[in-house]
């Protein structure tokens, strides 16, 4: 397939401003302070501001909101230049995620409200849609929002929402009518992540990241807060996935730990040999280089078709079905690479490459099962990309 991946003068004259500012501003520390689970810490957050205040951050969005216009291909530029440097993009769910939808289907009033503000750095977004009984089947939440006059009264509880304990608002997924067919009647909802009625509790996870469960007890939230067209929230959900899977995932991320590791098999011996010079590391290596390029190949034909204008169904859930397994392969054989002593962590005495592939091997454990599990993505692409049956 050819993929139309040319990009004007004004997007190579952005990447590359963008990139000498990423090589001045973004420290070790900053790309460390921003995790997905912990926000934003201190330099972190003044980070956030100085981009926002470029312009950057609101790079494919209107001027009247806060962008600095451009493309979608710039977008898909400012987290390639982010990914390429192991960094991600600051408020990352609000910027890709709510943002997007706002832009689409919100009023004139929220979208002048809170866009300028995602723009500008200032605010994060927490993402509200799973529920204890209601992971892969969203259709099925329970949680509601009772109309009262000129607010929703909100009760229910949510789990795993991860950036709860830190984010300014929450992009919450309620049921607002119960009686209606379940895909519709369900609404999504700005809510104010401090509200009276909102209690948020922790969950560890193997691979250290927090995440939380969120209950609400009768929390009043204004109608203003409604996204969009009451009862359609399903389908704004389900309409900014292929995008969200485009921009959050990029392989591009996993080339400079593949460079450490190819470093260290150059530098380091095993048995009086050099570990490069084994052919089974070898073998590792190639599988991983191999695995990296066909990812990216995924990658370029589901921006290829975003760029057209065309929209990504099942083409970014084999993107994000392979990339996701491919990441825990990757995770896998760097181990196999390092041996033993692969798994001692960072501190640990002798810890080959300061113990990132250990953590690595931890972190990809979620990849395959947040933003949908492979079984779900697996089932998407056999029906609506192979045209098999259910
Ligand atoms: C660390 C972490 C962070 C997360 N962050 C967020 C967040 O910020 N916000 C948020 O809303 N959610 C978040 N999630 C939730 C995540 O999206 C869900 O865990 C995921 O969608 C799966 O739902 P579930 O856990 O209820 O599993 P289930 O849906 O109960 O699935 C259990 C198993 O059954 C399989 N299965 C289910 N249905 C089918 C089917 N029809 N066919 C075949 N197999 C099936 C699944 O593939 C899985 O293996 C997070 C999860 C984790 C672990």
Redo the contacts with the bound molecule.
């Keep these: 397939m050819d993929f139309n991946l040319t990009t004007t003068d004004a997007e190579q004259k952005f990447r590359s401003e963008l990139g000498a500012f990423l090589d001045r501003e973004l420290t070790p520390e900053i790309c460390r302070q921003h995790s ?2 912990l926000g934003l810490g201190p330099e972190a957050r003044a980070f956030a501001l100085k981009l926002g205040a470029t312009g950057w951050l609101g790079r494919g969005w209107p001027k009247k909101y806060g962008g600095s216009g451009g493309t979608v291909v710039d977008e898909y530029i400012m987290v390639q230049e982010f990914a390429r440097r192991e960094a991600i993009v600051p408020n990352i ?1 609000a910027r890709f995620m709510c943002g997007p939808v706002m832009l689409r289907n919100g009023s004139e009033d929220m979208k002048a409200e809170f866009l300028p503000r995602i723009a500008s750095g200032e605010i994060e977004f ?13 259709a099925s939440m329970r949680m509601k929002a009772v109309d009262d006059g000129d607010s929703f009264v909100i009760s229910g509880q ?7 304990h830190f984010a300014d608002y929450h992009w919450l ?1 309620v049921r607002t009518n119960p009686d209606a067919p379940r895909h519709h009647g369900i609404s999504l909802f700005v809510v104010d992540q401090r509200a009276p009625g909102i209690t948020i509790r922790p ?1 560890e ?1 193997l ?1 250290g ?1 927090r ?2 469960e969120v209950f609400y007890d009768e929390v009043r939230v204004p109608k203003t807060r409604l996204v969009g067209e009451l009862n359609k929230g399903f389908y704004y959900m389900a309409e900014a996935l292929g995008y969200e899977r485009l921009m959050l995932f990029q392989s591009v991320r996993l080339i400079p730990p593949f460079k450490r590791l190819l470093e260290y098999t150059k530098t380091t011996k095993r048995g009086g040999r050099l570990l490069a010079d084994n052919p089974d590391v070898q073998r590792h290596l190639a599988q991983m280089a191999t695995e990296i390029k066909v990812a990216q190949a995924l990658e370029d034909r589901a921006f290829a078709l975003l760029k057209n204008g065309d929209p990504l169904d099942h083409e970014a859930s084999l993107l994000k079905l392979f990339g996701s397994a491919m990441r825990q392969r990757f995770a896998d054989h760097a181990l196999d690479i390092l041996g033993p002593l692969g798994r001692l962590e960072e501190g640990a005495d002798g810890a080959p490459l300061g113990g990132e592939m250990a953590k690595l091997a931890k972190t990809v454990v ?1 990849d395959t ?8 993505l ?2 998407v692409v056999a029906t609506r990309g192979m045209g098999l049956p259910r």
Excluded: H
């Design positions: 997905m689970d769910v927490s993402l509200g849609y799973t529920e204890p009984s209601s992971g892969s089947d969203l949510k789990i795993f929402n991860t950036q709860s997924a969950i996870t691979g990241e995440t939380n979620v099962i947040g933003g949908g599990t492979s079984e779900i697996k089932t």
